[in-house]
């Protein structure tokens, strides 16, 4: 599954250069405003939620037909959520940066709007070209998946992001990959408990994976979380967010699902 996603991700971007050359989309992405802090909006008391606006997912088809990602946000946000994860793909995800520069719009950048908000650009990012995407779309932060980047690329695209002041979430899956992971100095390490091949969700994975991780580096729970008592699960053992999507798309009430899991990580 993953290889499949990235070879029409690689075919997308391609398509994507010739329609708009990269030093074009470097002049556009340039003349945004500065992103924010993503790493900083994750240091709050208890544990932080990154919300996700997500349309589909290839197990579950569709998760929410009448999906608006702005609305959707602000009700994220409501609920207390530090970030917005947006996802972009839109073969298997059914997303576009259109549903994220929505998003960014929705949201408020600085305090006079309220508590600003950052937004990460959630997808299968294999080239430089699509950090200068998320960037002139508005994203303060990209993920980069370690099972789908070579050491080589992996360095490459985290120097590419920081060059235009976005933070990386670095996603791993197991002990390999965390230590590839550690070797470019993250400051937000993901722990997916989906394992890849079976895409069964298993939290000891994080549970294994968490003492591994160095001190001061933000450590993400991403997948597996369906209610509070999984997040009082993970704030035992002392992760500093929760990367929640489905769970929270398919709520009758995702403002009140957000606030509930926010409370249960206090």
Aim: aromatic share 2%; glycine share 6%; hydrophobic share 45%.
């Amino acid at each position: 599954m993953l290889e499949h996603i990235l070879e029409g991700t690689r075919r997308r971007v391609a398509a994507s250069m010739a329609l708009r050359p990269p030093e074009d989309l470097a002049e556009l992405a340039s003349r945004t405003e500065a992103p924010l802090d993503f790493a900083a909006a994750l240091r709050c008391p208890g544990i932080a939620l990154i919300a996700e606006v997500k349309r589909r997912s290839p197990s579950r088809g569709d998760l929410r037909p009448d999906l608006d990602p702005a609305a959707l946000a602000e009700a994220y946000r409501r609920g207390g959520a530090a970030a917005i994860s947006v996802l972009t793909e839109p073969e298997h995800f059914g997303g576009s940066l259109a549903d994220l520069a929505a998003v960014r719009a929705a949201l408020p950048r600085n305090p006079s709007r309220g508590e600003p908000v950052p937004v990460l650009r959630k997808d299968f990012t294999v080239h430089p070209y699509q950090i200068m995407e998320a960037r002139a779309s508005g994203a303060d932060a990209v993920l980069l998946i370690v099972a789908a980047l070579s050491d080589g690329e992996l360095a490459a695209l985290t120097a590419e992001a920081r060059r235009w002041g976005l933070t990386c979430l670095v996603e791993v899956h197991d002990e390999a990959e965390l230590a590839r992971a550690l070797t470019i100095q993250p400051q937000v390490i993901g722990i997916n408990s989906r394992n890849l091949r079976t895409m069964e969700v298993d939290l000891t994975v994080i549970e294994r994976l968490r003492p591994a991780v160095p001190p001061g580096v933000l450590i993400v729970a991403e997948s597996g979380v369906r209610g509070p008592e999984d997040v009082r699960r993970l704030r035992d053992v002392g992760v500093d967010a929760i990367l929640v999507g489905e769970a929270l798309v398919r709520s009758p009430s995702p403002e009140a699902m957000a606030r509930a899991l926010v409370e249960a990580g206090l």
